[in-house]
């Protein structure tokens, strides 16, 4: 493992994650894809970072690398102080479970289990004290506004229902950073409203650090910081700062309109 000192020596407490001259690759050597070319950023705790770009520009491969569903084919990536590009298979899929929270497009739910059984389920594979894990579910439950359908199934709840379930399972173990990748794709707008303001709310009540993967402007326009991506290269960030969420959603537009990215309506 290796630690990441500034320029006094001192390591940055403030830095969760450091991405480092970070490189991905496929295929052979008569046929190599640059997915990912040598971007580099850093993600503070308690920040909401989106990242943007046309099709084929390389954030899903980097959402990946950070989940360690994808490995790096050059450069290191910092959690705190382990690289993750030095562990082993074994030593990854520990870090996972305790780290890491996942939101994906497809719910991924098991249909003969209840809500909170769904939410439940690997705390519960892994040992953990039963009270415990009620209790935090509760918290999680009551947070994300699904406690009255903890006892329902996936079938009998609305699509934007289950995707709080799906983050409710996210953050049941309190992870330090939770990746989401097009978690409102599957959503009608006001379930995907619903949604992006429950993120906001853990991102301020929790302290819950947010990479989100997405095309949608409207849905980054919730984020504090995005980055966007071009031909595998971070082509632009924007801070939202005080901003108000409306005319930062016009300046990611404007942005967009230079990267091929996909364009939404103001909602």
Do not use: W
């Amino acid at each position: 493992m290796h630690t990441i000192y500034d320029r006094r020596g001192v390591m940055d407490v403030k830095d969760y994650i450091r991405v480092c001259d970070v490189e991905k690759y496929y295929g052979n050597e008569s046929n190599v894809t640059k997915a990912v070319d040598r971007v580099s950023f850093h993600v503070e705790k308690g920040e909401f970072i989106g990242v943007m770009g046309a099709s084929g520009s390389g954030k899903t491969t980097l959402l990946n690398m950070l989940a360690t569903i994808d490995t790096v084919t050059a450069g290191h990536i910092y959690y705190e102080d382990t690289d993750i590009t030095e562990l082993s298979e074994d030593a990854l899929s520990e870090f996972r479970k305790d780290n890491l929270g996942f939101v994906f497009q497809e719910y991924n739910l098991l249909d003969t289990l209840t809500i909170e059984e769904n939410i439940i389920l690997a705390l519960t594979l892994q040992g953990g004290m039963k009270r415990e894990i009620k209790e935090n579910c509760s918290e999680i439950l009551e947070l994300l506004g699904i406690a009255d359908i903890r006892e329902k199934f996936p079938y009998q709840v609305s699509g934007g229902q289950k995707q709080r379930c799906a983050c409710a399972r996210a953050l049941v173990n309190h992870p330090k950073l939770l990746l989401a990748d097009e978690p409102t794709g599957a959503l009608d707008s006001n379930a995907a409203q619903t949604l992006l303001e429950t993120f906001t709310r853990l991102n301020q009540s929790m302290e819950a650090t947010i990479l989100m993967v997405t095309h949608d402007a409207f849905s980054a326009s919730y984020c504090g910081r995005i980055l966007f991506l071009k031909d595998g290269k971070i082509f632009h960030e924007l801070v939202r700062g005080e901003k108000s969420r409306k005319f930062f959603l016009q300046e990611i537009l404007d942005v967009l309109s230079l990267t091929g990215g996909e364009l939404s309506d103001v909602k």
